[in-house]
């Protein structure tokens, strides 16, 4: 078993039954032009995550364990996409300059290159803000093993706790790595991570990239 410092006590798991799981690491979401832009944010804020994710990819690919890579998005024709988000979010399909916005097929619906998955891992896509409403996310997971989930990407407070609560509620233990996750609005960042590890861990547990690295055995270190 590896144990990670953490909030609100060592986060313990065992690599070969540990997912990491990057969240909607799209260009939609981190690049100018996009879904966050259209909405009225500051798509910047979200890039200091990207280079301790790297890391963290690259020694989870080194362990071998098991990566899912999810994406928010809908099909071309829509048909998956609620009318009340529709409604609230009436650029949702609009032709930007990396595309259509939050269509899957799209460059901008698709990874960053920095974080591009590899073949062999799992490409997810939602149409919700969590990983769990409307996929097979839990089927795989529970046919791999898998126990405990490492929680990356963004928003913190959107996506990310959303997937979060959904896991918690399904019994997987969560950990959340801060500096890999981020929010268009930094008090929202704090808050959410605060709210996951409050109360014993209501939620899951917080911690960095850089205890997991030290702890996880393999080279890599930040
Ligand atoms: N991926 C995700 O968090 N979707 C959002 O819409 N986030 C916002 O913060 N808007």
Redesign the pocket.
């Given at each position: 078993m590896t144990a990670v410092p953490a909030e609100p006590g060592p986060f313990v798991f065992d690599p070969d039954t540990t997912a990491l799981v990057v969240?909607?690491m799209?260009r939609d979401?981190l690049e100018p032009g996009g879904?966050?832009s259209a909405?009225g944010?500051d798509v910047s804020l979200l890039s200091a995550a990207v280079e301790p994710l790297q890391r963290v990819l690259a020694a989870t690919r080194e362990l071998g364990m098991t990566i899912i890579h999810?994406r928010?998005g809908h099909r071309p024709d829509m048909a998956d996409c609620p009318p009340a988000k529709f409604a609230r979010?009436e650029f949702i399909g609009t032709d930007s300059p990396k595309g259509r916005i939050l269509i899957r097929g799209e460059y901008g619906h698709d990874i960053v290159d920095e974080l591009a998955p590899l073949p062999g891992e799992v490409v997810l896509d939602k149409p919700g803000?969590g990983s769990f409403y409307a996929t097979d996310l839990e089927l795989m997971l529970r046919n791999a093993g898998v126990k405990s989930l490492i929680v990356t990407?963004?928003?913190?407070?959107?996506?990310?706790h959303?997937t979060v609560r959904e896991a918690n509620d399904r019994g997987f233990e969560c950990l959340v790595l801060s500096d890999c996750c981020g929010?268009?609005?930094p008090e929202f960042h704090e808050v959410a991570l605060r709210m996951i590890s409050a109360q014993g861990g209501i939620f899951g547990w917080v911690g960095s990239s850089s205890d997991l690295l030290a702890a996880l055995p393999i080279g890599a270190r930040a």
């Amino acid at each position: 078993m590896t144990a990670v410092p953490a909030e609100p006590g060592p986060f313990v798991f065992d690599p070969d039954t540990t997912a990491l799981v990057v969240i909607d690491m799209q260009r939609d979401f981190l690049e100018p032009g996009g879904f966050g832009s259209a909405l009225g944010n500051d798509v910047s804020l979200l890039s200091a995550a990207v280079e301790p994710l790297q890391r963290v990819l690259a020694a989870t690919r080194e362990l071998g364990m098991t990566i899912i890579h999810t994406r928010e998005g809908h099909r071309p024709d829509m048909a998956d996409c609620p009318p009340a988000k529709f409604a609230r979010g009436e650029f949702i399909g609009t032709d930007s300059p990396k595309g259509r916005i939050l269509i899957r097929g799209e460059y901008g619906h698709d990874i960053v290159d920095e974080l591009a998955p590899l073949p062999g891992e799992v490409v997810l896509d939602k149409p919700g803000k969590g990983s769990f409403y409307a996929t097979d996310l839990e089927l795989m997971l529970r046919n791999a093993g898998v126990k405990s989930l490492i929680v990356t990407g963004v928003t913190t407070e959107v996506c990310v706790h959303t997937t979060v609560r959904e896991a918690n509620d399904r019994g997987f233990e969560c950990l959340v790595l801060s500096d890999c996750c981020g929010s268009y609005f930094p008090e929202f960042h704090e808050v959410a991570l605060r709210m996951i590890s409050a109360q014993g861990g209501i939620f899951g547990w917080v911690g960095s990239s850089s205890d997991l690295l030290a702890a996880l055995p393999i080279g890599a270190r930040a």
